[in-house]
């Protein structure tokens, strides 16, 4: 099975990583910032489309508020970047959001951000590969046509290219990225020129278009309500802030600094590009709305079901640069690329998550092992098969999957914040220095702000988004609440149960006696060995077991016992429906209940083989026998493995295989927590 797996394995993700060179996997700030902030730079593609929507169902007129909106916006990102510089200082070990609540809010606090973080990440990589899919199909009509299809291969393919590491991925996300940013910002310059020096009138293909309202004449506090629902739809732009935090190990030394900076030049971009396609829309008139079939209306015909409304970016893009024009092409490709790739936050994010969750008992411990490529694999194939569960639920759209989002985020922003608070305080009651106070209660104010801002925000994104789909971002935030409890709940209560007691107990005592019981059905090697083994151990009482499925084979056993003169009595369990496993657990309590002192110890022979389909043709009883005696108290099981010709030739080729490891072995990496390096393992 190994070989079977081994091959197709390292063609698609490569060669295993030693542990020691993990430092190798580290990023520097021009891999980091497509890494850890592709998330929020590619919101831009959608986030102002999100506000134009909201704002088209108070008709044309509303558009007037989105540079407001986006004022709004970039206000609350910059607060939002100076509060996260202010943890990566504190908390470079990674643990992010988590680990300041946990820390300085306590335990449920912190469970609750890491919930919120989890279902962010499935999330973020939901929307984004369908908001890329939806991209890329504007030109390719065969995308849009099978969008789930589409959606899902991507997350397979996104899934392959996470799992070859994180500096390999790195540096494939990293072009397109910067080819992205390249291109809105020369979108921005020349629609700016055009505009303001050429004088050109810019139109965008929606501009012909009317929008007839869905509540014309709005007013007071339900117009307040829409703005702000606008606005909640536009803090899109701010998803993904945190990763950056819970990634500082990824970086390379100074970590805190070089993530620092990172969110520093992540946050500048993303709010120049925002606004600027803001801007553009405006400029170039485009038209967007939730129901384009019947609010958007041509020469007084609604456009009908076959309208495909096409993003902000691409109506602004084929404004400026003019359709079909290769720039126009070039800033297709890479927005519908750079959308897919922006998932790779969440892939970076979640299974470094996990792993500290595991590492702190809330999640299974396999989320805490490294894979081949020193990735941590079971993290990104968790991540992986849920976006894709998400994406075939909600059929790839973007927009019914976005009011999902956002608020997972500003729960851990608030939270965070709040803990930053509680951290401050606390430091300032010890330090004395006035310079490092100085610094302190500036740093204490900045977090003060992020937390009252975000949290004024998230009540705003509660209260307009709840009906809209945010109740299903809560019940899931529910869900990994209630089932990381009661993971870390079995942990704990196992924990309790198998611990070493300070003074004698039946586990450390000797047992009276060893009642050995060796399982044969004939007389062959395997047998054979069993048997010496168990006289090797010396035990009190040693008996050979079978069971009487079929009396003619019994009787050969008989008769070859005697014939060899074998020294250890034959015992012989009538079965007249055929079971062996129920006979010889019945007999083995037995034993257990007629001396409830003596340790029973069941020697089982087994074949070794070398080829996967091998395992199916044997050993089968012995495996159900196991899984039955690991249920009854006072028994032990010993497998005595006889190793065939296949197995021999299996292992010599295994061995000439170069950096060999061997099945089962366990590849762990420390999910870093109190220091600024990661260790070596």
């Known amino acids: 099975m190994s070989k079977l797996t081994d091959v197709p394995k390292r063609i698609l993700i490569g060669r295993a990583l030693r542990s020691d060179r993990l430092g190798e996997t580290l990023l520097p700030k021009r891999v980091a910032l497509p890494v850890f902030a592709s998330d929020p730079l590619s919101s831009v593609a959608y986030a102002p489309g999100e506000v134009l929507l909201v704002l088209s169902i108070a008709g044309l007129s509303a558009y007037h508020f989105s540079p407001w909106i986006a004022v709004a916006v970039v206000v609350l990102m910059f607060t939002v970047v100076a509060s996260y510089r202010q943890n990566v200082h504190a908390y470079p070990s990674g643990g992010g959001d988590y680990e300041v609540a946990t820390t300085n809010l306590g335990p449920k606090a912190g469970l609750t951000v890491a919930s919120a973080l989890l279902v962010d990440y499935v999330l973020t990589v939901a929307v984004s590969i369908s908001s890329g899919i939806e991209n890329l199909g504007s030109a390719i009509p065969f995308v849009v046509e099978n969008k789930v299809a589409c959606a899902v291969g991507v997350i397979v393919l996104l899934t392959l290219m996470n799992l070859r590491g994180v500096r390999e991925s790195g540096t494939l996300f990293a072009i397109p990225t910067y080819v992205f940013v390249a291109g809105v910002f020369l979108m921005i310059a020349w629609g700016a020129f055009r505009g303001g020096v050429l004088g050109d009138d810019m139109r965008a293909p929606t501009a012909d278009f009317e929008i007839k309202p869905e509540h014309p004449g709005l007013a007071g506090f339900a117009l307040l309500f829409l703005l702000l629902r606008a606005f909640s739809s536009g803090c899109a732009a701010l998803t993904g802030v945190e990763a950056i935090s819970n990634g500082v190990p990824g970086f390379r030394k100074p970590k805190s ?29 485009v038209r967007m709305a939730e129901n384009p079939a019947k609010d958007l209306v041509h020469n007084g015909v609604p456009l ?53 969750l595991a590492q702190d008992r809330y999640l299974p411990r396999q989320l805490h092992t490294r894979g081949d490529r020193l990735a941590f694999s079971n993290g990104i194939v968790l991540l992986a098969g849920a976006a ?43 330090e004395k220095d006035p310079a490092a106070r100085r610094r302190m209660v500036r740093s204490r104010a900045i977090n003060a ?214 099945p089962g072995s366990a590849r762990r990496g420390p999910a870093e927590r109190a220091k600024d390096t990661l260790p070596r393992t």
């Not at 900076?261 to 120049?272: N, R, S």
Request: a positive charge; charged letters at 20%; one cysteine or more.
């Open 257 to 285: 600094r070089n993530a620092a900076t990172t969110l520093a030049l992540m946050g500048l971009l993303a709010v120049t590009m925002f606004c600027g396609i803001i801007a553009l829309a405006g400029a170039t008139d």
């Open 449 to 662: 702000f992020g937390a009252f801002f975000t949290g004024l925000v998230l009540v705003v994104v509660l209260l307009t988004k709840f009906t809209h789909g945010a109740w299903v971002a809560l019940l899931g935030m529910c869900i990994f609440y209630a089932t990381m409890t009661a993971i870390r709940r079995h942990y704990d209560r196992v924990a309790d149960e198998i611990a070493a007691p300070d003074t004698p107990s039946e586990d450390t005592v000797r047992p009276s006696r060893v009642h050995s019981v060796v399982l044969v059905s004939k007389v062959h090697r395997p047998a054979l060995r069993a048997l010496a083994y168990a006289k090797l151990l010396r035990s009190d009482t040693l008996e050979a077991l079978t069971v009487n499925v079929d009396a003619e084979e019994t009787r050969a056993l008989r008769e070859e016992w005697e014939r060899r003169g074998i020294d250890v009595p034959l015992k012989v369990l009538d079965s007249p429906y055929r079971e062996v496993t129920r006979p010889v657990i019945e007999y083995v309590k037995s034993l257990r209940a007629q001396s409830p002192r003596d340790v029973v110890s069941v020697i089982i022979p087994e074949y070794v083989v070398g080829h996967w389909y091998e395992h199916f043709l044997h050993n089968q009883s012995a495996l159900r026998l196991k899984g039955r005696l690991l249920f009854t108290p006072g028994v032990m099981v010993t497998s005595v493995p006889y190793q065939l010709e296949s197995s021999e030739a299996a292992k010599l080729r295994a061995r000439k295989r170069q950096d060999w490891a061997a």
């Open 388 to 430: 894709a569960l998400l994406v075939s639920i909600y059929g790839a759209d973007s927009t019914r999957l976005i009011q999902l989002y956002i608020v997972g985020v500003f729960v851990s922003f608030t939270l965070s914040q709040t803990g930053m608070v509680r951290h401050w305080n606390r430091l300032l009651g010890t």
């Open 304 to 356: 009908g079901p076959d309208y495909v409304q096409d993003p902000v970016i691409s109506q602004v893009a084929e404004a400026v640069f003019g359709h079909g024009s290769l720039l126009f092409v070039v800033l297709a490709a890479a927005t519908a690329l750079v959308l897919f790739l922006a998932a790779n936050t969440a892939y970076n994010g979640f299974p470094l998550l996990g792993s500290i």
